[in-house]
């Protein structure tokens, strides 16, 4: 019986680190939406220095530019498109141990730039997860760009 109670329990939590998206997500006014207070968000449209870190850029089409990201995030296990649009992509991210989901946005602002939120769903800290994702995702996105430029 006591072993039935832990599984009820270690259920439970499973479900409340997934949690449902927030409903403030999408592209509002040219804009992803602002992070929380809380240190478990990054965005490349934050105004402070510790939620901030720099758009992703490319060159040439956008079309191009969202084929290359897909195919990179595609690379990633546990990430599921939830929502793709013409400018936009949001992508699901499960954590693999706790089952923690993040909700990474992608946004093809006008200016050849993709801007970038990722953000935990429940909790206060996410130890970083996010910001080292998408500085992995950076990384592996110019390393595309640079092998379709060859």
Excluded: W
């Amino acid at each position: 019986m006591k072993g039935l109670g832990v599984s009820i329990i270690g259920c439970m939590m499973l479900f409340a680190c997934a949690g449902h998206p927030p409903e403030n997500l999408g592209v509002r006014e040219n804009r992803l939406a602002k992070c929380p207070a809380r240190p478990n968000c990054v965005s490349s449209q934050a105004v402070d220095e510790d939620h901030f870190l720099p758009p992703l850029q490319y060159q040439g089409e956008k079309e191009t530019a969202v084929a290359l990201l897909k195919k990179v995030l595609s690379s990633f296990e546990r990430m599921t498109i939830l929502t793709e649009k013409d400018n936009y992509l949001h992508i699901e991210c499960k954590s693999s141990r706790m089952g923690f989901v993040d909700d990474l946005e992608f946004y093809f602002s006008a200016e050849k730039q993709i801007q970038v939120r990722s953000a935990s769903r429940v909790g206060y800290s996410d130890l970083g997860v996010n910001r080292r994702r998408v500085e992995k995702l950076r990384e592996l996105f110019a390393a595309q760009l640079r092998n379709t430029q060859k």
